[in-house]
């Protein structure tokens, strides 16, 4: 009887240890889990909400580095645009200075033909023709400046023969200048009382071209005439010298 109480009093110590320690155990992990699980899930909330954010600052961003690429873009094609003209401009005004010069050069030696004909042939408000040894070799040449549409040109014939001829089939034409946008006369003459005689000064039309003695050329350059900035005006005289007598000073 009594091994019997003894073993119902040990199996019962034996139950309350088990549950004792059941308690224990049972208490330290609730703990753990939650103090590990807890975390987390606020960790995984402020992960999902920092991402949200992210996604939000990402789209600005893109959409504020595309319009500010959009305006660099239209900038750069507005400045290449600016500097092509400018270049353009910068160029036609080049090549109507170095047609004007080589126009007084030629104008200024004009001279009696190889066949005998006076110096000047014609002239006109956009056109002159002229004798002149322009290549130095002892031969004279005929030249003819004419305006056709906005572009100058320049044609030489150089005389043949015995005596001398001009055949127009020897004709070389080739361009002195493009972009002239001229609204007056690029050539205007005088005889050789200018400046004293403005009543007769600048011949007009018909020229007599026995009474030139100095010549004006104007020319007015555009390669975009509807694009600022505005023309530019290149102009000079030129005495013609071996038909100079009284002209005035």
């Not at 996604?55 to 507005?78: D, W």
């Not at 080049?94 to 004909?117: F, P």
């Not at 150089?158 to 005596?163: D, M, V």
């Amino acid at each position: 009887m009594k091994s019997h109480e003894q073993n119902y009093l040990k199996q019962k110590s034996y139950r309350r240890i088990l549950s004792l320690l059941w308690y224990i155990f049972f208490q330290d992990t609730r703990k753990s889990v939650l103090k590990k699980y807890i975390p987390q899930k606020r960790q995984l909330y402020a992960v999902k909400s920092t991402f949200g954010i992210s996604l939000l600052e990402i789209t600005l961003s893109t959409g504020i580095l595309l319009i500010v690429a959009l305006l660099s873009y239209g900038f750069v094609i507005q400045l290449s645009k600016g500097q092509n003209y400018i270049l353009e401009h910068t160029s036609s005004t080049y090549q109507a200075q170095n047609a004007i010069n080589t126009m007084i050069k030629e104008l200024r030696e004009a001279a009696l033909s190889d066949s005998g004909a006076y110096p000047i042939e014609q002239a006109t408000n956009v056109s002159v023709t002229f004798y002149s040894d322009v290549d130095t070799d002892s031969a004279r040449e005929k030249i003819t400046y004419t305006l056709v549409g906005t572009t100058l040109n320049r044609t030489s014939i150089e005389p043949t023969g015995q005596p001398a001829k001009y055949k127009q089939s020897d004709a070389k034409t080739q361009t002195l200048t493009a972009n002239v946008i001229n609204a007056g006369p690029i050539f205007t003459y005088f005889n050789g009382s200018y400046p004293i005689d403005m009543t007769n000064n600048p011949l007009t039309a018909p020229i007599d071209v026995s009474q030139i003695r100095l010549i004006h050329v104007r020319l007015e350059i555009n390669p975009r005439p509807n694009v600022a900035p505005q023309s530019t005006l290149i102009e000079s005289d030129v005495q013609l010298r071996n038909l100079k007598d009284n002209l005035a000073e």
